[in-house]
T-cell receptor
């Protein structure tokens, strides 16, 4: 399967805590992307990490990529209630197509 | 700057009816995509268009047709709707420079 698999499926934390979600895959990739989906909305791109990169930061987001283990993690620091959403990893393996995982549902409690 | 616009936002069909979902982007992107999302699942690619005049099947193309009308517009047609096509449909376009996809707000379709 070219699909990424997210872990955990659901995560509930308190405001101010850090949230970590993971994505594992089985194929070679060009890049790996993370998207957020608020309830009832479309997906919004968060961050892209290329296969030759190991770590990227964007504001409170940190993404790591380990191509030898075929895994990535997304860390959201100092979580806020507004971070409550589903988070998806997406793999770009060839051409311009993305394959999405099933997502992690993050709930941040005030 | 509207980004990706999908119409309609909601639709209820009876089994066997046909309809066309419309999508337009104003970002001058070459590539456009149609996905479906079922409860608790990620997105599955139905069809995509790498450039104006070309279309290709994705993971779940059966029961659907597409038209890349021009660079801006990419429509998805259900010729004879089935209850299994009840889903939320998303259109997206891709920035060639950055490889990022931009999504519309979705069309929520129920087939009774």
């Amino acid at each position: 399967s070219q699909q990424g698999e997210e872990d955990p499926q659901a995560l509930s934390i308190q405001e101010g805590e850090n949230a970590t979600m993971n994505c594992s895959y089985k194929t070679s990739i060009n890049n790996l992307q993370w998207y957020r989906q608020n309830s009832g909305r479309g997906l919004v791109h968060l961050i892209l990490i290329r296969s030759n990169e190991r770590e990227k930061h964007s504001g409170r987001l940190r993404v790591t990529l380990d191509t030898s283990k075929k895994s990535s993690s997304l860390l959201i620091t100092a979580s806020r209630a507004a971070d409550t959403a589903s988070y998806f990893c997406a793999l770009e393996t060839s051409g311009s197509r993305l394959t999405f995982g099933e997502g992690t549902q993050l709930t941040v409690n005030p | 700057n509207a980004g990706v616009t999908q119409t309609p936002k909601f639709q209820v069909l009876k089994t066997g009816q046909s309809m066309t979902l419309q999508c337009a982007q104003d970002m001058n992107h070459n590539s456009m995509y149609w996905y479906r999302q079922d409860p608790g699942m990620g997105l599955r690619l139905i069809y995509y268009s790498a450039s104006e005049g070309t279309t290709d099947k994705g993971e779940v193309p059966n029961g659907y047709n597409v038209s890349r009308l021009n660079k801006r517009e990419f429509s998805l047609r259900l010729e004879s709707a089935a209850p299994s096509q009840t889903s939320v449909y998303f259109c997206a376009s891709r920035s060639r420079d950055f490889g990022i996809q931009y999504f519309g707000a979705g069309t929520r379709l129920s087939v009774l």
